[in-house]
């Protein structure tokens, strides 16, 4: 199983379970899923094809979540 299965399959499992908490905020795990494949069409749009490599200079900050799956 891949990484970003697990996300996926998380979000199908428990849409609303909450998979990160920042600042006093709750991002449950459909939101980080569609966050991520949103990050990933943007990246296709550019170009990128699977087996690319991306480089991430993010913060500890949620959107870090969606980028590195």
Do not use: T, W
Request: charged residues 15%; hydrophobic residues 50%; proline residues 7%.
């Amino acid at each position: 199983m891949k990484l970003y299965e697990n996300l996926l399959n998380a979000a199908h499992e428990d849409p609303y379970a909450i998979a990160l908490e920042f600042m006093g905020m709750q991002f449950p795990y459909f939101l980080v899923a569609h966050d991520a494949r949103r990050v990933a069409a943007g990246l296709v749009e550019l170009g990128l094809k699977p087996g690319d490599s991306v480089g991430c200079m993010l913060p500890n900050i949620p959107q870090f979540v969606a980028v590195y799956y």
